[in-house]
């Protein structure tokens, strides 16, 4: 495995990281719980191999992703890989509701600490509407003071002028967004991101 430096956390991340969108896990009735054994063992295969860092979000896989990368880690790998996973801000309606996702977060992934903690899918114009309104930015500073979250970072999905704001804030540690060789059009911002220091993942790397 390769390894790069992530902008400047001080953290070496493997090439390839460990996205949890889709994981083998069986659809199940309602109010039952998957087997999340395939998951798992996927998971550690990986971390196994090298990779470092993983990324899941609140409710990939009906929610049962940051169950699985849970478990996963918990078997001795929490202290080696990264862990990212995403606020979903339109789930947020008050300044309580930060912290009630985040906990049931911590809860879910079985630790006391999410590394890389995203804003999940902002655009330009969540700096004029939920994150000043429910005053997210003072919370994430909260949580990393409490030793919650480590780094609040990024997920993205809007025009390349957007991220520029974003990035221009200097609240962010990383960004991941959309980069494959059949679409580059986030590759300046890309590159202006890492010149402000922040580490850059791609999503949809093969397209």
Known sequence: MQYRDFGKTGFQISALGFGSMRLPIAPVKENETPDLDAAVKLLCRGFEAGINYVDTAYFYCDGWSEVAVG??????????????????????????????????????????????????????????????????????????????????SFSFHDKPEAMKRLIDTGEFSSVLCQYNLLDTINAEMISYAASKGLGTVAMGPVG
């Open 71 to 152: 478990r996963a880690l918990a078997q001795g790998w929490r202290d080696k890989v990264k862990l990212s996973t995403k606020l979903p801000l339109g789930q947020v309606k008050c300044e309580d509701d930060f912290w009630r996702i985040l906990e049931h977060q911590l809860e879910k992934l079985q630790t006391d600490h999410i590394d890389f903690y995203h804003l999940h899918g902002i655009g330009g114009a969540a700096l004029d509407g939920p994150i000043p309104e429910f005053k997210i930015f003072e919370s994430a500073a909260k949580a990393k003071d409490r030793g919650m979250i480590r780094h609040l």
